[in-house]
């Protein structure tokens, strides 16, 4: 070692980390052979953990703030060394700094269709794609789980695995689901909150977090696709039949209009055409409208029936043929009282202009007077 490095060694004392890629995750810092002073300050910056590791063995964490290295801040390397209070010599540990700010615009997608159970289309198959973001909240699992030793830790070394995991949970949640696939556009807010409450389960041992979780697009099979722009359009042309004969004109028309394209083949189409056209018109009557069905024959009328009210008793139903005999011999007068459905309470017989007739109608005088 010659002096400069040695006088550079005895000078470093402050300890801190810097990034503008936005990609790093973790970050050892480098002492090109120099040891840690005692009381030596470490910096912290926010959206940053400082994770000590000493001889393969995890040691102190530090938070966002500024530290002089001695035993009281310590603990763990303290116990780990069998420091005393009084120890004031240089020590070697390696020092991580973990990004613990959020990784935002991630992509996923699915590789293949996943498969599901449609309660409309039946078994189909689906693609989605999106975004994502994660986080560390845990940088000591994290550097135990998944960067191990590597010095310089990028956001591309666990995406790839990142978007198997979301893969396979958004496969799960959303076959498990039951949301009908026209559903699925007006539900991928709360679709894609279940996915990243799955998600971040699955990453929590890995001392990760899905803040949030965004679903993009979901896509149908192109023949499904193809299947739906025919039935919408069908549902825009409204009525078949006349959809038909529009077309059918349509297409006489441009072949009356292009004599030369094929030869006699657009005339002899387009009389096909206008036969067909013309015997279906000639089926349907005139103005292209099916014909009317016959009006069903109207239902035979009700026939009343009818109570009578005399001397604080009521007899009958009788039939309106049953009161004209009774007008005729007498037994019903044109002040008895009558009722009957549907009448509002008993009204004199001479009163209900059904049963008036049967006073006018007289029978002709007698033979012989």
Same mark, same amino acid.
């Given at each position: 070692?010659?002096?400069?490095?040695?006088?550079?060694?005895?000078?470093?004392?402050?300890?801190?980390?810097t990034?503008?890629?936005?990609?790093t995750?973790?970050?050892?810092?480098?002492?090109?052979?120099?040891?840690?002073?005692?009381?030596?300050?470490?910096?912290v910056r926010?959206?940053?953990?400082?994770? &000590?590791?000493?001889?393969?063995?995890?040691a102190?964490?530090?938070?966002?703030?500024?530290y002089?290295?001695?035993t009281?801040?310590?603990?763990?390397?303290?116990?780990?060394?069998?420091?005393?209070?009084? &120890?004031?010599?240089? &020590?070697?540990?390696e020092?991580?700094?973990?990004?613990?700010?959020r990784?935002?615009?991630?992509?996923?997608?699915?590789?293949?269709?996943?498969?599901?159970?449609?309660p409309?289309?039946?078994?189909?198959?689906?693609?989605?794609?999106?975004?994502?973001?994660? !986080?560390?909240?845990?940088?000591a699992?994290?550097?135990?789980?998944?960067?191990?030793?590597?010095?310089e830790?990028?956001?591309?070394?666990?995406?790839?695995?990142?978007?198997?995991?979301?893969?396979?949970?958004?496969?799960?949640?959303?076959?498990?689901?039951?949301?009908p696939?026209?559903?699925?556009?007006?539900?991928?807010?709360?679709?894609?909150k279940?996915?990243?409450?799955?998600?971040? !389960?699955?990453v929590?041992?890995?001392?990760?977090?899905?803040?949030?979780?965004?679903?993009?697009?979901?896509?149908?099979?192109?023949?499904v696709?193809?299947?739906?722009?025919?039935?919408?359009?069908?549902?825009?042309?409204?009525?078949?039949?006349?959809?038909?004969q529009y077309?059918?004109?349509?297409?006489?028309?441009?072949?009356?209009?292009?004599?030369?394209?094929?030869?006699?083949?657009g005339?002899?189409?387009?009389?096909?055409?206008?036969?067909?056209m013309a015997?279906?018109?000639?089926?349907?009557?005139?103005?292209?409208?099916a014909?009317?069905?016959?009006?069903?024959?109207?239902p035979?009328?009700?026939?009343?029936?009818w109570?009578?009210?005399?001397?604080?008793?009521?007899?009958?139903p009788?039939? !309106?043929?049953?009161?004209?005999?009774m007008?005729a011999?007498?037994?019903?007068?044109?002040?008895?009282?009558?009722?009957?459905?549907g009448?509002d309470?008993?009204? !004199?017989a001479?009163d209900?202009q059904e049963?008036a007739?049967l006073?006018?109608?007289?029978p002709?005088?007698?033979?012989?007077?």
């Amino acid at each position: 070692m010659g002096i400069l490095d040695f006088l550079t060694g005895e000078f470093i004392d402050i300890i801190h980390w810097t990034d503008d890629s936005r990609d790093t995750m973790v970050w050892r810092f480098e002492r090109e052979g120099h040891e840690i002073k005692y009381g030596a300050k470490l910096t912290v910056r926010e959206g940053q953990a400082a994770v &000590f590791v000493h001889e393969g063995q995890l040691a102190d964490v530090f938070t966002p703030g500024l530290y002089m290295l001695e035993t009281n801040n310590m603990p763990i390397l303290t116990t780990l060394m069998h420091w005393d209070h009084g &120890f004031k010599s240089p &020590f070697k540990s390696e020092i991580y700094y973990v990004n613990t700010t959020r990784y935002t615009d991630l992509k996923w997608g699915t590789k293949n269709p996943i498969m599901l159970r449609d309660p409309e289309f039946g078994p189909t198959r689906i693609r989605a794609f999106g975004t994502y973001t994660v !986080k560390v909240t845990d940088p000591a699992r994290f550097l135990s789980e998944i960067v191990g030793t590597d010095g310089e830790f990028t956001m591309d070394e666990i995406s790839y695995q990142i978007r198997n995991i979301i893969v396979q949970s958004f496969s799960r949640i959303i076959a498990g689901s039951g949301i009908p696939v026209l559903d699925m556009a007006a539900n991928t807010a709360d679709l894609g909150k279940l996915v990243a409450a799955e998600l971040t !389960k699955v990453v929590a041992d890995y001392g990760l977090i899905i803040p949030e979780f965004y679903i993009e697009n979901i896509s149908l099979p192109p023949a499904v696709e193809e299947a739906l722009d025919k039935r919408t359009s069908m549902g825009v042309a409204g009525d078949l039949g006349k959809f038909t004969q529009y077309s059918a004109a349509e297409a006489m028309t441009a072949a009356a209009s292009n004599p030369n394209g094929g030869g006699g083949m657009g005339e002899g189409l387009g009389m096909g055409m206008g036969m067909a056209m013309a015997n279906q018109m000639q089926r349907q009557g005139p103005w292209g409208a099916a014909p009317a069905a016959a009006a069903p024959p109207p239902p035979p009328p009700v026939e009343h029936v009818w109570h009578i009210a005399e001397g604080g008793e009521t007899s009958g139903p009788y039939s !309106k043929a049953k009161l004209g005999r009774m007008a005729a011999d007498g037994t019903l007068a044109r002040d008895t009282y009558v009722w009957t459905a549907g009448q509002d309470g008993w009204m !004199k017989a001479e009163d209900v202009q059904e049963l008036a007739q049967l006073f006018t109608i007289l029978p002709p005088p007698p033979p012989g007077s």
